[in-house]
């Protein structure tokens, strides 16, 4: 069974930048295939960005494609999320993900992270 804790979240204006990490314990990390979700107050929790186990494989929304980049290193156990150009539209509960299917959709997801909250200022 995988833990997933989030760090790097924080307040940022318009226009910066942050850096995601999610750190995964209990598991064999290589084993999964990682996701970012994130959920704004109200809304849906929607798919952010995915990376296939070894890494060759990602995918991301539309509304953060050319923005956002994900990463991960098997060795440190981590998957990282970079985020660029920020807009206040970005602004969420940033969520860490982990499954042996890859995918874009919650469903598909069974190990979760608490959240790291980013808050883009305009």
């Known amino acids: 069974q995988v833990q997933l804790v989030e760090s790097g979240g924080g307040l940022v204006q318009a226009g910066g930048s942050l850096r995601l990490s999610c750190a995964a314990s209990?598991?064999?990390?290589?084993?999964?295939?990682t996701a970012w979700f994130r959920q704004a107050p109200g809304k849906e929790r929607e798919f952010v960005a995915a990376?296939?186990?070894?890494?060759?494989?990602?995918n991301y929304a539309v509304s953060v494609k050319d923005r956002f980049t994900i990463a991960r290193d098997n060795a440190k156990n981590t998957v990282y999320l970079q985020m660029n150009s920020l807009k206040p539209e970005d602004t969420a509960v940033y969520y860490c993900?982990?499954?042996?299917?890859?995918?874009?959709?919650?469903?598909?997801?069974?190990?979760w992270g608490q959240g790291t909250q980013v808050t883009v200022a305009s």
């Open positions: 990376i296939s186990r070894g890494g060759g494989t990602t």
């Open positions: 993900a982990a499954s042996i299917y890859y995918g874009t959709t919650r469903s598909e997801y069974n190990y």
């Open positions: 209990g598991g064999v990390f290589r084993n999964y295939h």
